[in-house]
């Protein structure tokens, strides 16, 4: 048995997990019975891709220091459309 599948690939195995019941009758309602595990893997492949993404932030935090939260308030503006872009450009 091979680890070296990135998430999303290699054979599919059963496993495991331990649900409260209301977990399950609530996915059992969204997924019927035969969904379930399409939609337990794109959860945690989506929980995975948080989890680096939340890594690759606090790497560049650490060499470059926090976001400037003005600048992603200026950026956030320019794609909304909100007020005049140039000047946000330029703050950002």
């Known amino acids: 048995m091979s680890t070296s599948a990135a998430p999303g690939e290699g054979p599919v195995r059963p496993v495991s997990v ?3 019941e209301g977990t399950i009758a ?3 309602a969204r997924t019927g019975r035969r969904g379930m595990s399409g939609y337990v ?10 989890d680096r993404l939340r890594e690759l932030i606090e790497d560049a935090e650490a060499d470059h220091g926090p976001v400037d939260q003005a600048a992603v308030e200026a950026k956030r503006a320019v794609l909304r459309g909100d007020g005049d872009t140039a000047d946000s450009v ?3």
């Open 18 to 20: 331990s649900l409260h």
């Open 41 to 50: 893997e794109a959860l945690i492949q989506r929980q995975l891709e948080r």
């Open 26 to 28: 609530a996915l059992k």
């Open 90 to 92: 330029d703050a950002a």
